[in-house]
């Protein structure tokens, strides 16, 4: 299996930008295909924000295109989400999500969730 590690969220002001960074460990080889980063409200079902494939097409959410970016570095298996004029409304858990294969077993794997609070 492989574990998934995030990082840079926090507490920012709104209009501020924050850089989420999620890393994928694993013993065994791997390959990644599609990953993601979800968010989440409490009481609200979460949400796709940004996917990025294997060949670095990108999809946004209509809620944060232009504000945020989507990037992967295969080299370092490491997918980043660079969010900019941050809006209070984006105040949320995010959570990466990453989907591949190491030899035959397929894997959906999450990430742990990181907090961004965006203060108005």
């Known amino acids: 299996q492989v574990q998934l590690v995030e990082s840079g969220g926090g507490l920012v002001q709104a209009g501020g930008s924050l850089r989420l960074s999620c890393g994928v460990k694993?013993?065994?080889?791997?390959?990644?295909?599609?990953m993601n980063w979800y968010r989440q409200v409490p009481g609200k079902q979460r949400e796709l924000v940004a996917s990025i494939t294997s060949d670095g097409k990108t999809n946004y959410d209509d809620s944060v295109k232009g504000r945020f970016t989507i990037s992967r570095d295969n080299a370092k298996s490491t997918v980043y989400l660079q969010m900019n004029s941050l809006k209070a409304e984006d105040t949320a858990v995010y959570s990466c999500?990453?989907?591949?294969?190491?030899?035959?077993?397929?894997?959906?794997?999450w990430g742990q969730g990181t907090q961004v609070t965006v203060s108005s």
């Open positions: 999500n990453v989907r591949g294969r190491s030899y035959t077993t397929v894997f959906d794997s």
């Open positions: 694993s013993e065994r080889s791997f390959s990644l295909n599609v």
